[in-house]
């Protein structure tokens, strides 16, 4: 389900936020914007692959590391595993298709976070 909300709900740099089970963006617009609704797609795989609370958990914590490491809140969301697979794959129309359970792991270490 998707709802639209106003532009002032959401921080600048974003178009969009996803909480199980609803993807909330911010201009009627992205409702057909392929690449926003597959990254947004590939946050609720994540989310109910956790279960969505410790996804929300995790995302956190792992959101305050990132910001001690790289004292810069935009690097810092960037560099979270789940942010990284969503970027990576937005493109790829057919991810979710042969994405292999949990697969943001992959992501949560690499060299560039």
Request: hydrophobic share 40%.
């Amino acid at each position: 389900m998707f709802l639209i909300v106003s532009k002032y709900f959401l921080p600048k740099r974003f178009a969009g936020i996803t909480i199980y089970p609803f993807v909330i963006l911010k201009k009627r617009e992205y409702c057909n914007d392929p690449v926003i609704l597959n990254h947004e797609r590939i946050h609720l795989r994540q989310q109910a692959e956790l279960l969505i609370l410790p996804f929300f958990v995790w995302y956190l914590f792992e959101f305050c590391i990132k910001l001690i490491r790289h004292r810069d809140p935009h690097k810092a969301y960037r560099a979270i595993g789940f942010e990284r697979e969503a970027y990576r794959n937005e493109n790829n129309m057919s991810y979710l298709k042969t994405r292999p359970f949990w697969a943001f792991l992959k992501y949560r270490n690499s060299i560039d976070s």
